[in-house]
Structures are given as structure tokens and as C-alpha cells.
């Protein structure tokens, strides 16, 4: 039987590669800090191990006869924590991981990268795919640049054995999101605290065929590779208005156009200097962002992987039933709609 172990078992997308996991009969040793949460993964089966990516001893001894390495554990709230610490936990992480999965002869590492990774569209496409690679100013968006020098030291292990690949989800909802990842659009929509909507747009899949690209990633994806997991392109204003749809709210009737994102962020900047904290976590760097069409061509990943995706809509509906069922909508300071 093969045995894997999931770094970041407990949050978003590592939770629902574990349900994946089981439901192959493939064992799963799921590596947590004392401190993680239990909601996402309660009711799953796997073997926990308690170790930090920071601490390389507890990491020699969780990947000790595992076969499969997941590595999903990573800083994604880098709007909230400082960079070095994104910088400390998505790139020296993963760097320690993949040198203790090397060390034990592991058969199989699959990075979760990010899309993120791979900038902005280059001139003259509309599309991103596997060939781009991260082209904004680090200070810009520090998560995404994490994740390119994480894909470095990929390819570094790469090159000295380690069969290594690299998996790019794009933006990911869907059920036991329990840190309002994406679902934060599902609060903000809620409060009504979408007061407009930028010009640009963003591809999403749904968490649990990310899941399933990671194990195919595994089966069958070749060595030193990277795989862009993805599903609907969409504008933001078809987003926004399919999740207000889904949790029966009237959508926002503005469209914010795109002459006027530069001095709103400017003046996001002015108050996020000063302590404010903006609806949605939105900051000037990310308001600024929001005006690119982040298309991604997800063809490698089909042909190779098989990968598939499901309707955008059934993922909002899904998340937004999952929080209803577990309290998370109360915890977050709203209600569902009656």
C-alpha cells in the first residue's frame, strides 16, 4: 500500500486531499502543529504526526517510509503576515521538505505551487500557461513571489534526483475553506460589503478537483514538471454575481472602471498605512492587481492529468452550504439569508 504524507492536512486544499487520499485506500500520515485545527479533516482518516517546516528533525521523522510526499503547507494570508515570514515558511519550508524527502528516498514530491507564481499575462497572450513565470515586483505581491523562488528550489532537487512536480492551483473554492479564502467573497457578500466591482477577471477551480490533480499529479504526472490547476475563467462581475445568486443577495450595481483603480489605491494605501482594515482584506498592491484578466490555459493539466472541473456555481453552493452546516458563517459575523 502506498503511504503519503500531506503537509498542511488541516487547511483548505490539504483537508480535501486527504478525503481524495482515502477514497483511493491510500494511506495518509498528515503532518500538523500542535496548534492546527481539527474541523477541516474531523472525520477523516489518517495517521497524524505532529512537526513544524521550520524544524528539520520533526520532518526527517514524519516522512520516514512514506512513498508520497504532498507538500501543501504554506503562509497564504500574506496580506497579514510579515514578509520575511512568507518568505521563511513558503520557500525555506519547502526547501526543508524536499531535502528530508530526498534524504529518505521518497518516490514521489508534489509541490503545491500557485498560479501566483506565474505573474501577470505576458505581451500578446491573453492566456498564462506553464511557460510563464513570475514578471510583478516582489514587494507587489510577496505570495506569489514566494512561490516562484519555491519552484526554484524545486527545480534545483529536480536536477539531483528527487522526482519533483509542481502543481499551480488557480484561484480554488469550495467546501472547509475555514480560513475565508476565496469564501471571503461569500462574507462579504453577506455584510454587503461589495460596494463595486473592478474591471478584470480570475480563474477558479474547485478545491476537491484540485484535490484530485494533486493525486493524478502523483500517478502521473512527469518528473520536474509543473501543472496549472484550473478551471473557469471569469470575469470578476460574473463571479460576484454568481456567489450573490447563491446565497440569495442582490448583487452590487457598480462597475468600478478601470481609470479609477490607480488613486482608489493610493488611497487604500494611505489607510492600510495608517491601521485601517478594508472590507475583504483588500489592499492598494491587491485593488491594483484586480484590473488583469489572470486567464490561465489549462490544457497541460487535461491532457496529462485528466483533469476536470466542475461549475463554478456548484462550488460557491457547496462552500456556502458547508459553512451553514458547520457554524462558520457565525464565526465570520454574518447570517445566512433566510
Known amino acids: 500500500?502506498?503511504?503519503?504524507?500531506?503537509?498542511?492536512?488541516?487547511?483548505?486544499?490539504?483537508?480535501?486531499?486527504?478525503?481524495?487520499?482515502?477514497?483511493?485506500?491510500i494511506a495518509v500520515r498528515a503532518l500538523q502543529r500542535k496548534t492546527s485545527p481539527q474541523d477541516a479533516i474531523s472525520g477523516l482518516e489518517y495517521e497524524p504526526v505532529i512537526g513544524d517546516l521550520l524544524d528539520v528533525d520533526s520532518l526527517a521523522a514524519a516522512v520516514e517510509g512514506v512513498d508520497w510526499v504532498f507538500h501543501v503547507a504554506a503562509v497564504s494570508d500574506w496580506r497579514h503576515t510579515p514578509a520575511e515570514v512568507v518568505y521563511r515558511v513558503n520557500v525555506d519550508g519547502a526547501r526543508n521538505m524536499m531535502e528530508a524527502a530526498k534524504r529518505a528516498g521518497v518516490q514521489r514530491f508534489v509541490l503545491?505551487?500557485?498560479?501566483?507564481?506565474?505573474?501577470?499575462?505576458?505581451?500578446?497572450?491573453?492566456?498564462?500557461?506553464?511557460?510563464?513565470?513570475?514578471?510583478?515586483?516582489?514587494?507587489?505581491?510577496?505570495?506569489?513571489?514566494?512561490?516562484?523562488l519555491a519552484e526554484v528550489e524545486m527545480g534545483k532537487f529536480a536536477r539531483d534526483g528527487l522526482h519533483t512536480i509542481s502543481v499551480l492551483p488557480t484561484g480554488v473554492m469550495g467546501p472547509r475553506d475555514l480560513k475565508f479564502i476565496s469564501g471571503e467573497l461569500i462574507?462579504?457578500?453577506?455584510?454587503?460589503?461589495?460596494?463595486?466591482?473592478?474591471?478584470?477577471?480570475?480563474?477558479?477551480?474547485?478545491?476537491?478537483?484540485?484535490?484530485?490533480?494533486?493525486?493524478?499529479?502523483?500517478?502521473?504526472?512527469?518528473?520536474?514538471?509543473?501543472?496549472?490547476?484550473?478551471?473557469?475563467?471569469?470575469?470578476?462581475?460574473e463571479v460576484i454575481d454568481t456567489i450573490s445568486r447563491v446565497v440569495g443577495v442582490r448583487p452590487p450595481a457598480l462597475d468600478i472602471p478601470g481609470?479609477?483603480?490607480?488613486?482608489?489605491?493610493?488611497?487604500?494605501?494611505?489607510?492600510?498605512?495608517?491601521?485601517?482594515?478594508?472590507?475583504?482584506?483588500?489592499?492598494?498592491?491587491?485593488?491594483?492587481?484586480?484590473?488583469?484578466?489572470?486567464?490561465?490555459?489549462?490544457?497541460?493539466?487535461?491532457?496529462?492529468?485528466?483533469?476536470?472541473?466542475?461549475?463554478?456555481?456548484?462550488s460557491a453552493r457547496d462552500a456556502y452550504e458547508w459553512y451553514k452546516a458547520n457554524g462558520y458563517l457565525e464565526k465570520a459575523g454574518v447570517k445566512p439569508v433566510a
Do not use: C
Not at 129 to 141: G, V
Not at 199 to 222: M, Q, S, T
Open 259 to 314: 481609470w479609477a483603480i490607480p488613486p482608489m489605491a493610493v488611497v487604500f494605501d494611505l489607510l492600510k498605512a495608517v491601521g485601517v482594515q478594508l472590507p475583504g482584506n483588500v489592499d492598494g498592491d491587491a485593488l491594483r492587481l484586480s484590473r488583469e484578466f489572470l486567464y490561465y490555459d489549462t490544457g497541460k493539466a487535461e491532457r496529462d492529468l485528466g483533469l476536470t472541473g466542475r461549475p463554478f456555481e456548484e
Open 112 to 148: 503545491t505551487s500557485s498560479s501566483a507564481a506565474l505573474g501577470k499575462p505576458p505581451p500578446g497572450r491573453e492566456l498564462i500557461d506553464e511557460r510563464d513565470t513570475f514578471n510583478l515586483k516582489p514587494e507587489e505581491f510577496p505570495y506569489g513571489h514566494s512561490k516562484h
Open 1 to 25: 500500500m502506498v503511504t503519503a504524507l500531506v503537509t498542511g492536512s488541516t487547511g483548505f486544499v490539504g483537508s480535501n486531499l486527504v478525503l481524495a487520499l482515502n477514497r483511493r485506500g
Open 187 to 237: 462574507v462579504q457578500a453577506l455584510k454587503r460589503g461589495i460596494p463595486g466591482v473592478p474591471p478584470g477577471g480570475l480563474n477558479y477551480i474547485d478545491v476537491r478537483d484540485a484535490a484530485e490533480g494533486h493525486v493524478a499529479a502523483a500517478e502521473k504526472g512527469r518528473p520536474g514538471e509543473r501543472y496549472i490547476l484550473g478551471g473557469n475563467n471569469m470575469t470578476h462581475r
